[in-house]
């Protein structure tokens, strides 16, 4: 293929002659000569397209922001001699590169091979993909290459980090009948004391109270508050006009975060947990219990690019068509419209016990700029208002305003604990 | 062995100075001959090549070379043409020297950023090589771009055209023209992707 350089070449060239007519001036065609000659002493060495051998591997195929993935590509050489090769390997523009450089120009001769790594790190969570290879043969003089795109492609799994908010009290606010570890305020299976009843046969032997039956001097029976479980629907708000700031620290980031923090915490908790998704679509994932299902939430995350319109009626009657009835909603979102807020008093209104994580769109947004008085005159406003906004909500459902600068843990340390049923 | 900081230097500074010394040619050429006026115009021109040459480097924006070099060229062949008087030979040196600067920004293009990159002490051999056989080639064709140049010019009954017929000059221009269309609109022959 040919290169600027030599359509450049080519046109000075023309222009010269075209000159060189016009004024009819000899030595002016004169110098049409070396650029063609150029060309053409160039031209009777054709470089080689090159035929190659590659294999990439990489350290880690799963691995969080933050964390350095090393990259090795081993190129092998089984076309001709090429003089100069120049290698490529595609990163995406989400990754940084610390160490090395996937950019390489060697000379490698038939079945030559050269094995380069570099280090890449994830800045933002996805599913990411390395590659195509792009392999240059380039021609010294500058005027053509041949290029081949080689399409090995590795997938890299980026899950958002996991914060930390085992301390915090979040559970659900209704139980069901299995097991697990809410106090029910009901008699049940659990380990806090509830009361005494007389003996019936079929009773454990290991529940009888001793004291008690000395005391009243016929047996009796220690009962125990059910401990159960709940089920909780994280709905998060990915659509379009709910992102601010830049994509590695957006909103929508910093909701994907919180998402994946309070699944875990739940689901350790013995509940069960669904996740529904606002953004071109409306993904969701229903409701189920244990490791595997922190799992599916976790791969539904990773996917997540904020995007779309959808409005929260659809998910509320997505709520309602599929998902179990008196299920606690938690819902993330940076509450920047009227739409959001309008759902929350709607689903209580219909009895939803509904929490809000929200975080702060107004504090990602003075994160990215300097201190100017101007700005903190705004930033106070427009906090103003955000603050009314969050006090209204708190009528309705319980609000954690969440300063993403803060660790989670801190914000969900504010919300009460949730009344039982 | 000398630190990868060095080598990307070297091949930084290469194309700098020869882009410096053909700056310096047509400075001395409009200081020699050129009146006020072909001052004004060649500086200017030379100032603004000069600041897009300086603006690649900085931003490794390298198309702004493409510009540097066009208006380099254009006050050379102009100044040349309008008052130092066209004499071929120089002129061809120049543009050969032209050539060899776009041949070598090209290599900067492709060796800079390996050379800050790379480390390795298995790899630096080979991209010394290739930068080494690279520099070598393009100088040895420039040498020898430069020399069939000159025999042409000797060779090429150019006194035919200041006399020849009008059909003469037209049927040469023809073939000019079209060996140059061939030589810019070559057929590319790249294969599609390959594993």
Redesign the interface.
Request: avoid cysteine; aromatic fraction near 6%; charged fraction near 10%.
């Given at each position: 293929?040919?290169?600027?350089?030599?359509?450049?070449?080519?046109?000075?060239?023309?222009i010269f002659?075209v000159l060189?007519?016009l004024f009819?001036?000899?030595?002016?065609?004169?110098?049409?000569?070396?650029?063609?000659?150029?060309?053409?002493?160039?031209?009777l060495r054709?470089v080689p397209?090159?035929?190659?051998?590659?294999i990439r591997e990489v350290s880690e195929d799963r691995a969080p922001v933050g964390q350095e993935v090393s990259v090795t590509l081993r190129v092998a050489n089984r076309g001709p001699r090429i003089?100069?090769?120049?290698l490529y390997d595609a990163v995406p523009r989400e990754f940084a590169v610390p160490e090395?450089?996937p950019?390489?120009?060697?000379?490698?001769r038939n079945g030559e091979q050269?094995?380069?790594?570099?280090t890449v790190v994830p800045r933002v969570k996805g599913q990411f993909q390395l590659g195509?290879v792009t392999a240059r043969s380039?021609s010294?003089?500058?005027?053509d290459y041949?290029?081949?795109?080689?399409?090995?492609r590795t997938t890299i799994n980026v899950p958002p980090p996991l914060e930390d908010i085992r301390r915090a009290r979040i559970q659900p606010r209704r139980t069901r009948a299995w097991v697990g570890q809410i106090p029910s305020r009901l008699i049940g299976l659990g380990t806090e004391f509830w009361g005494l009843r007389e003996y019936v046969p079929g009773d454990e032997t290991r529940r009888i109270n001793w004291k008690a039956t000395a005391r009243l001097d016929r047996l009796v029976t220690n009962e125990y508050e059910g401990e159960r479980s709940g089920d909780v629907v994280i709905v998060l708000d990915a659509r379009q006009e709910a992102v601010v700031g830049p994509l590695a620290a957006s909103t929508t980031e910093h909701g994907i975060r919180a998402a994946l923090a309070i699944a875990a915490k739940i689901l350790d908790g013995r509940n069960r947990v669904g996740l529904i998704v606002q953004r071109n679509v409306l993904d969701w994932v229903y409701p189920a219990f244990g490791r595997k299902q922190l799992f599916r939430i976790l791969d539904a995350l990773v996917r997540v690019r904020p995007g779309g319109e959808w409005s929260f009626r659809h998910v509320s009657w997505v709520l309602s068509r599929f998902f179990p009835p008196n299920s606690q909603v938690v819902l993330i979102s940076p509450l920047l419209d009227a739409d959001a807020l309008r759902a929350v008093i709607d689903l209580t209104a219909r009895g939803t016990a509904v929490m809000i994580v929200s975080p702060s769109p107004i504090e990602v947004e003075r994160a990215m700029y300097s201190e100017d008085p101007t700005l903190d005159v705004a930033y106070r406003l427009l906090r103003m208002e955000r603050e009314n906004a969050v006090s209204a909500l708190r009528r309705f459902a319980d609000v954690a305003d969440w300063n993403p600068r803060d660790p989670l843990a801190t914000a969900l340390r504010g919300v009460t604990r949730w009344p039982r049923h | 062995m000398a630190p990868p900081l060095n080598r990307g230097a070297w091949v930084r500074l290469l194309p700098r100075t020869v882009f410096a010394a053909l700056v310096v040619w047509t400075v001395i050429d409009l200081v020699v001959a050129a009146p006020p006026l072909g001052w004004a115009i060649g500086s200017s021109l030379l100032i603004i090549s000069v600041a897009c040459a300086t603006w690649a480097a900085r931003t490794s924006a390298f198309t702004w070379n493409?510009a540097a070099r066009?208006l380099l060229?254009l006050a050379f062949?102009g100044e040349r043409?309008l008052w130092t008087g066209?004499d071929?030979v120089p002129?061809?040196a120049f543009?050969?020297l032209l050539?060899g600067l776009?041949?070598m920004?090209?290599?900067e293009r492709?060796?800079s950023?390996?050379y800050?990159?790379?480390s390795?002490p298995?790899?630096l051999p080979?991209?010394d090589?290739?930068?080494f056989?690279?520099?070598a080639?393009?100088l040895g064709?420039?040498a020898?771009?430069?020399v069939?140049?000159l025999l042409?010019?000797l060779l090429v009954p150019?006194?035919l055209?200041?006399s020849a017929s009008l059909f003469t000059?037209v049927t040469l221009?023809v073939v000019?023209?079209a060996?140059?269309?061939i030589?810019?609109?070559?057929p590319?022959?790249?294969?599609?992707?390959?594993?």
């Open positions: 293929m040919r290169t600027s350089l030599a359509s450049s070449l080519a046109s000075v060239a023309g002659v060189a007519l009819l001036e000899w030595r002016l065609l004169l110098l049409a000569i070396p650029p063609l000659t150029y060309l053409v002493l160039a031209g054709p397209a090159p035929v190659l051998d590659v003089d100069l090769l120049e090395g450089r950019h390489l120009a060697i000379a490698l050269v094995t380069f790594s570099y195509p380039l010294p003089s500058g005027l041949e290029e081949a795109i080689l399409p090995i | 493409r066009t060229g062949v043409l066209a071929p002129m061809m543009i050969v050539i776009g041949a920004q090209s290599l492709v060796f950023p390996v800050a990159a790379v390795d298995e790899i080979m991209v090589a290739a930068a056989g690279a520099y080639r393009t064709l420039l020898l771009t430069f069939v140049s042409l010019a150019l006194s055209f200041r000059a221009s000019l023209i060996l140059i269309a030589l810019a609109i070559a590319s022959s790249s294969r599609g992707p390959e594993a």
